[in-house]
């Protein structure tokens, strides 16, 4: 499974989540070209900071373009509840 749809149905299965919290903060930061506190990254697990990586490498390749718009807009919508 790509991580881009990984982070989606994180988001949005857990949004109360911190980490699902912290996904959409870096992908919001990803698509507004702006900036996310390094210790925000190192709240996560081994396995969500992975996840992180894995969504960088695939947000610089930009070959998942419908999924992406998917996952921003989840992102947004987690944004906009808190």
Not at 6 to 31: F, Y
Request: proline share 2%; aromatic share 4%.
């Amino acid at each position: 499974m790509l991580a881009i749809k990984k982070a989606r149905k994180l988001i949005e299965t857990n949004p109360a989540d911190p980490s699902a919290k912290i996904i959409a903060d870096v992908v919001l930061a990803l698509q507004n070209e702006t900036s996310i506190s390094v210790s925000q990254l190192y709240q996560l697990d081994n396995k969500q900071f992975e996840l992180v990586l894995e969504i960088l490498d695939e947000w610089r390749l930009d070959r998942h373009y419908a999924s992406k718009l998917r996952l921003i807009d989840t992102s947004m919508q987690l944004k906009d509840m808190a």
